[in-house]
């Protein structure tokens, strides 16, 4: 591999907007609805990039982070719901294998099996993943010691000392909003610890060119009938400062 050149994405515009403040000599870049930014943190080259929600939309934006700019690594930070029973607002995921929950060939193949590739899991890189537990464990540390969000804003969510998991994710285009959703997607896939719309596209796409990636969610819902009212008011208050925040502590740990 030649010079490291990171790719990041955000599936929502608040994630992004305070990794951008981290980026020096930003140069924006328009491509097909997006805006790539492209520049440096901490002297490494970066692209970061708002990839819009759902599989297409993180196919697609993570292809031209591949094909265009050629990034040989991917990190995608965001927020997920909460598919394990005792997941709470603000736990962090970091994800070990992803699978797509809504792919189903039957009978052609059997459920959740990508067709041509014969894999329903695929999984992140092993040295990255390591590397992104130690800056989530960092910044952790950070939050812990109210150097992040403030106490007000972390006791409205009941945030007090979020845990750090590292599991199975499952990728669909469709939000969970019901209990009834959830325990289909349990009884199914027991494993799973959390549930969004972007990673399992994205980790197949980086799987297919052979660049390491890694995904990491912290949890805005419990993806039940609360689901549509507690995501938006985290997503306002609270996710972009997670999703900063780790790739500040991941920046610290690779930076020149
Ligand atoms: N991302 C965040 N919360 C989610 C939910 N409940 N369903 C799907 N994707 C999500």
């Known amino acids: 591999m030649g010079e490291l050149k990171i790719g990041i994405m955000g599936a929502m515009s608040e994630e992004i907007e305070g990794i951008l403040e981290l980026i020096d000599s930003v140069e ?3 491509i097909g609805n997006r805006i790539y930014f492209e520049g440096k943190i901490n002297e ?12 297409v939309a993180a196919s697609s934006t993570v292809s031209a982070l591949i094909h265009h700019f050629g990034v040989n690594q991917i990190l995608f930070t965001g927020v997920a719901g909460a598919i394990m029973n005792d997941l709470e607002i603000g736990d962090i995921i970091i994800g070990k294998r992803y699978i797509q929950h809504d792919l189903d060939a039957r009978p052609l193949m059997k459920q959740f099996e990508i067709p041509l590739l014969g894999k329903t899991f695929i999984e992140a890189d092993q040295q990255l993943l390591q590397t992104i537990e ?10 812990k010691n109210k150097q992040v969000i403030s106490d007000d804003i972390l006791s409205k969510f009941n945030i007090e000392s979020p845990r750090i998991l590292i599991g199975d994710i499952a990728s669909g285009d469709q ?4 209990i009834e959703q959830k325990n289909q997607l349990s009884s199914l896939l027991p494993t799973i610890l959390c549930v969004e719309m972007e990673g399992a596209a994205v980790a197949q796409v980086c799987f297919e060119n052979g660049i390491p990636f890694c995904i990491i969610r912290t949890i805005s819902d419990t993806a039940d009938h609360d689901a549509h009212i507690d995501f938006p008011k985290f997503l306002k208050e609270v996710s972009g400062k997670f999703s ?3 790739i500040k502590e991941y920046f610290k ?3 020149k």
């Open 44 to 55: 490494i080259k970066v692209v970061l990039v708002f990839s819009r929600w759902g599989k």
């Open 175 to 178: 939000f969970f909003s019901s």
């Open 28 to 30: 924006e870049i328009k």
């Open 134 to 143: 130690k800056a989530v464990c960092n910044f952790s540390i950070h939050l």
């Open 244 to 246: 900063s925040g780790i």
């Open 253 to 255: 740990l690779i930076g």
